[in-house]
């Protein structure tokens, strides 16, 4: 078995062939020379995994090698670094009960916290852009257990005192999943009932909705609920672009083979607006899409489902591009290269996602990492 920490026979550059990527389903080549240049990543990643019987925090470099920073008892779900510190966190996965606050350069836990009581981690959590807060979606359970959803509380938490919770206040709907800064307001991801869950067993609508809050009190700024024929979806994982564009991505209750978007872009107001694909597009993806993630430079949006085995690409306007197959594969983020994304895989897989001329292809590959999980973010 190759190890995780092992470089595949050849360097990343080696991996980069000018002109030997093959779009998805096809023979057409991409359209413009993918330059081989050592500096095509030049960043780092966030993750978490699992290895062995345990799990962790996961840093993935340059070359796309996997290292422990943190090892977790717990599975973990979202992830993410601070930006004037060193620290990082991982929520635990829904239902959660802890989240683990590592160093991700030197590595090693830093602190744990709880959620607040009576409630649980509903997955995710984000820094304030001074890096001073930590908000975190946490779901009203008074039992701790059982129930897929549950009304749903933003909780502040100040970093410099032990994450200790310094103001809350309501997501504005059921069972929030994702939340995230963009331009003025804080976007919150209001799933509803969650697919496959006990409460979705005979549930035809999940009741989502997306809610604007000001990032400071809670007040209300916007919100936006899908159209009838939509009700099934739940509104689960949000990506921006850093200048108030904002798309979120769903999965679907039903598994009646009908193709529903599941991709929307978020108006200032809150309203969402469907992306566009063929049918077979929207099918491909198995009504689940596990993470999303805007380029470098706001042009594309890709999204990731490991039930469907594929990383699909749209253009900002919501016009599809193209997928390219990554079994498993669910992690997602951008890279500081416009039209690349980086992807991995239950598998221990990575991949370097493509976008160039109309097409996309795979331009780097790596296997033999941990079983990693559902997501990945920029490490800085």
């Given amino acids: 078995m190759i190890s995780r920490r092992s470089l595949l026979a050849g360097s990343l550059a080696g991996l980069l062939v000018p002109g030997a990527l093959r779009a998805q389903g096809g023979t057409q080549l991409l359209g413009a020379q993918i330059h081989a240049r050592a500096h095509a990543l030049e960043s780092g990643w966030l993750t978490t995994a699992a290895e062995g019987d345990g799990f962790g925090a996961f840093t993935v470099g340059d070359a796309m090698n996997a290292a422990e920073k943190a090892p977790s008892a717990v599975r ?3 992830i993410e670094a601070s930006p004037r510190s060193p620290l990082a966190v991982a929520v635990g996965r829904r239902p959660g009960l802890v989240a683990l ?3 991700r350069e030197k590595g090693g836990q830093v602190a744990t916290f709880a959620p607040g009581a009576g409630r649980v981690f ?3 959590g984000r820094f304030s852009p001074e890096g001073d807060l930590f908000l975190t979606t946490e779901i009203e359970r008074p039992s701790g257990v059982g129930r897929g959803m549950g009304r749903g509380v933003v909780a502040a938490r100040r970093v410099d005192a032990g ?3 310094v103001a809350e206040w309501p997501s504005r709907g059921d069972g929030p999943h994702d939340l995230m800064r963009s331009g003025e307001v804080l976007v919150v991801a209001n799933g509803g009932i969650e697919p496959n869950t006990p409460e979705a067993r005979d549930a035809e609508e999940t009741g989502s909705t ?6 400071d009190t809670g007040a209300v700024h916007g919100e936006g609920a899908l159209s009838a024929d939509l009700a099934s979806l739940s509104l689960r994982h949000l990506a921006r672009d850093g200048h108030g564009f904002t798309v979120v991505a769903a999965q679907d209750l039903l598994k009646d083979g009908i193709a529903r978007p599941l991709l929307f872009g978020i108006g200032t107001d809150g309203k969402v607006s469907p992306f566009e694909a063929p049918d077979e597009a929207w099918r491909a993806l198995r009504g689940y899409v596990g993470s999303v993630a805007i380029d ?6 890709a ?3 490991p039930r469907g085995n594929r990383v699909a690409v749209w253009t900002r306007a919501g016009r599809y591009v193209g997928a390219v197959t990554l079994m498993d594969g669910c992690g997602l983020a951008s890279t500081p290269e416009p039209g690349r994304f ?3 895989s239950g598998y221990g897989e990575v991949i370097l996602v493509a976008v160039e001329d109309g097409s996309v292809g795979i331009a780097a590959r790596r296997t033999g990492g941990p079983r990693f999980d559902n997501h990945m973010v920029e490490a800085s």
């Fill in 76 to 78: 973990l779900h979202g």
């Fill in 101 to 103: 606050v590592f160093d």
């Fill in 122 to 124: 509903a997955g995710h």
């Fill in 163 to 165: 994450f200790a919770i």
């Fill in 210 to 215: 997306i809610a604007l809050l000001d990032p």
């Fill in 296 to 301: 470098a430079s706001g042009r594309f949006v």
């Fill in 303 to 305: 999204c990731a489902t």
């Fill in 342 to 344: 980086i992807a991995s």
